[in-house]
């Protein structure tokens, strides 16, 4: 199974830009897809954005579309989540998320077979 670590998170102003890492360890990256979901305070897990193995696939829900950008560098075993023009409805707990599939990207977090603990990202008004 995978392991994965989320880094980056913080306090941000309204505006603000953060980047989100996530390093992957204990199996080859490559072979899976990775995600992004959210827990906002007092409210459901969320999805937030998708790639595919390579990259050259991704997905976004679209409140975050045109502000949040995924990427991954499989050489560094790492997907980031860069994300521009915040706002305090994006404060939640950021975790990062790994499906055992190269090619097929979802947004249902039951599908994902490993996660990550979690980053606390806080975006003030």
């Known amino acids: 199974q995978v392991q994965l670590v989320e880094s980056g998170g913080g306090l941000v102003q309204a505006g603000g830009s953060l980047r989100l890492s996530c390093a992957a360890s204990?199996?080859?990256?490559?072979?899976?897809?990775m995600g992004w979901f959210r827990q906002p305070p007092g409210k459901e897990r969320e999805f937030v954005a998708a790639i595919n193995w390579s990259g050259g696939s991704t997905y976004y829900t679209d409140p975050v579309k045109g502000r949040f950008t995924i990427s991954r560098d499989n050489a560094k075993n790492t997907v980031y989540l860069q994300m521009n023009s915040l706002k305090p409805e994006d404060t939640a707990v950021y975790y990062c998320?790994?499906?055992?599939?190269?090619?097929?990207?979802?947004?249902?977090?039951?599908?994902?077979?490993?996660w990550g603990q979690g980053t606390q990202v806080t975006v003030s008004s």
């Open positions: 204990g199996r080859t990256f490559s072979n899976y897809a």
């Open positions: 998320a790994a499906r055992r599939s190269k090619y097929s990207i979802t947004y249902n977090w039951d599908e994902y077979n490993a």
